[in-house]
C-alpha cells in the first residue's frame, strides 16, 4: 500500500470516530506519558496541538505546566516549510489563532521563541506509526525537517490510537522516527 492511501484511509478513520471515545482514548495516553521516567525527568517539553481527531493534547500541555515543566508548540513556517518552537503558558489563552495549516498555534504578536536545544522531550503527532518508530505524518515533511534539527537524545514520542499503528510503513531516507509510540 503506498504512504498515501494509508494516509487518507487513516484519516477518514480518525475523523469519523466518535468524539467521547476519542477523549477518553487520549486521556488514558496522557495518563500513559506521565508515568514514563524520561516525561518525570523533562523540564522542558514540546507538544503538538492536536487537530482532526488526533490524540487530543490540551490536557497533556496543562498537566505539564502544572507540573512545573516548560511547554513549547510547534508554529508553522509555511514559506519555509518548517516548524519553530514557541513556548506556550496558558494553551486556553495561547493557542486560539490557527497557523497557516489551520493548526491552532500563538497568536504572531505573543510568541517567544524556544530553543531546541533546551528541548527534554518532543511529542510528535502521526497519521500511522509501526513497530519501528517509523512514522507517517499528512505529507509536508515538517517534522522530518523538524526533528532532524534536534539534539542528539532527546527522545520522540509518537502519541497515536491503536488502530493507526501498523505493522510496516514504507520508509524513505528522509523520515525520521520517533523513539517510542504511546497508544490507549
Known amino acids: ?22 477523549r477518553r482514548k487520549s486521556l488514558t495516553i496522557a495518563r500513559k506519558l506521565r508515568r514514563l ?28 505546566l502544572l507540573d512545573g515543566k516548560r511547554v513549547a508548540v510547534p508554529v508553522t513556517v509555511a514559506s519555509k516549510k518548517r516548524l ?54 499528512r505529507g509536508g515533511g515538517y517534522y522530518d525537517r523538524f526533528l532532524s534539527t534536534l539534539p542528539g537524545g532527546v527522545p520522540k514520542i509518537g502519541l497515536a490510537f491503536r488502530f493507526q499503528v501498523v505493522d510496516d510503513l514504507p520508509f524513505e531516507k528522509h523520515d525520521k522516527p520517533v523513539s517510542l509510540v504511546l497508544t490507549d
Not at 494516509?7 to 477518514?12: F, G, K, N, T
Not at 521516567?37 to 505539564?64: F, H, W
Open 1 to 22: 500500500m503506498t504512504k498515501n492511501t494509508l494516509r487518507q484511509q487513516l484519516l477518514r478513520r480518525l475523523r469519523r470516530q466518535p468524539e467521547g471515545a476519542r
Open 37 to 64: 521516567p524520561v516525561y518525570k525527568k523533562a523540564r522542558a517539553v514540546m507538544c503538538y496541538a492536536a487537530i482532526s481527531g488526533e490524540v487530543e493534547t490540551r490536557q497533556i500541555i496543562r498537566k505539564a
Open 84 to 137: 519553530i518552537a514557541v513556548e506556550v503558558s496558558d494553551p486556553k489563552r495561547d493557542l486560539q489563532g490557527k497557523g497557516p495549516l489551520g493548526i491552532p498555534e500563538p497568536h504572531p504578536k505573543k510568541r517567544l521563541s524556544f530553543a531546541r536545544k533546551k528541548l527534554d522531550l518532543v511529542l510528535v503527532p502521526g497519521v500511522a506509526f509501526d513497530a519501528h518508530g517509523r512514522r507517517l505524518g
